[in-house]
């Protein structure tokens, strides 16, 4: 088991943590003298640890050999806020701070049915921005949130959704060409196929398995500050405002970086 390390201990509650990740290790429920030699503690030491655990209903003993095994608590526990919930409830304050600083619409999309579909979005405070409606549906292929959506998924993967698109194979292959490009970089940015002057900038929002849970675009629209007599915030700064929203997202549903060790 692993050590916690830092400023702040607390025995008890590390050793019954190892006691839960022991028994989620096991392919067969275990006595107490095999978890006391496993987790090199006595019996004596184990005792209200187990007994409590067996209490609120982490482990369960067997009526007959009285061997413990971990329940599925943990796992239901787990999944009462799944990631998307998770993510869509961080998202109702993170995108509206992200459109107050840079003046810009952003939105959140997730992939479905062969297809990006908007399931959050934040207009910008300003009178101009390019805002897209909830709900709406994105050509996976032909867009920054489809394009850092594929970047992040196999090869394989990448090939299966694009084929289940209406994608033609020269719309495929312009997909397919940018990808690597996207996964190094970690972001992709790139003008928008739909409207002039419209530069698409979409960070995609990993979950706890290093997946792609959904993806964070910013429809960046070039303002004039001198005709609009006002500070406009730069593209570069707008694109970090990006990524740090969106590392913040990754934070809320504990999600963790493909890259990351």
């Known amino acids: 088991m692993s050590e916690t390390s830092g400023k702040y201990r607390a025995p008890a509650l590390e050793r019954g943590l190892d006691v839960v990740e022991l028994l989620s290790e096991q392919d067969e429920a275990l006595s107490k003298k095999e978890i006391s030699e496993k987790l090199g503690l006595s019996v004596n030491e184990l ?45 109702s304050t993170e995108l509206h701070e992200l459109a107050d600083k840079t003046q810009q619409a952003c939105h959140l999309a997730v992939y479905h049915d062969a297809m990006m579909v908007v399931v959050a979005q934040q207009d910008s405070p300003y009178k101009m921005g390019f805002t897209i409606r909830l709900s709406a549906r994105i050509d996976v292929h032909g867009s920054g949130s489809g394009l850092a959506y594929l ?64 993806v964070l675009t910013m429809p960046f629209l070039t303002l004039n500050s001198d005709s609009l007599h006002h500070q406009v915030v730069s593209f570069e700064d707008s694109r970090k405002a990006v990524g740090a929203t969106a590392k913040r997202l990754i934070d809320a549903i504990g999600g963790v970086c493909p890259d990351a060790r």
């Not at 007994?51 to 971990?70: H, M, Q, S, W």
């Not at 694009?162 to 020269?170: H, I, V, W």
């Not at 002057?197 to 990993?206: A, E, H, K, L, Q």
Request: without cysteine.
């Open 47 to 91: 005792f209200r640890m187990l007994y409590v655990l067996e209490e609120r209903g982490f482990i369960a003993a067997d009526e007959e050999t009285g061997k413990f095994r971990l329940t599925l608590k943990t796992f239901e526990l787990s999944n009462r806020h799944p990631p998307l919930e998770r993510l869509l409830g961080a998202a």
């Open 151 to 214: 970047a992040f998924q196999t090869k394989a993967q990448a090939d299966a959704i694009l084929e289940m698109s209406n994608a033609s194979t020269e719309q495929k292959q312009m997909a397919l060409s940018q990808l690597e490009k996207i996964r190094r970089q970690g972001y992709f940015v790139g003008a928008s196929p739909q409207i002039s002057g419209v530069t698409n900038i979409t960070y995609p929002i990993f979950n706890s398995k290093r997946k792609v849970e959904a």
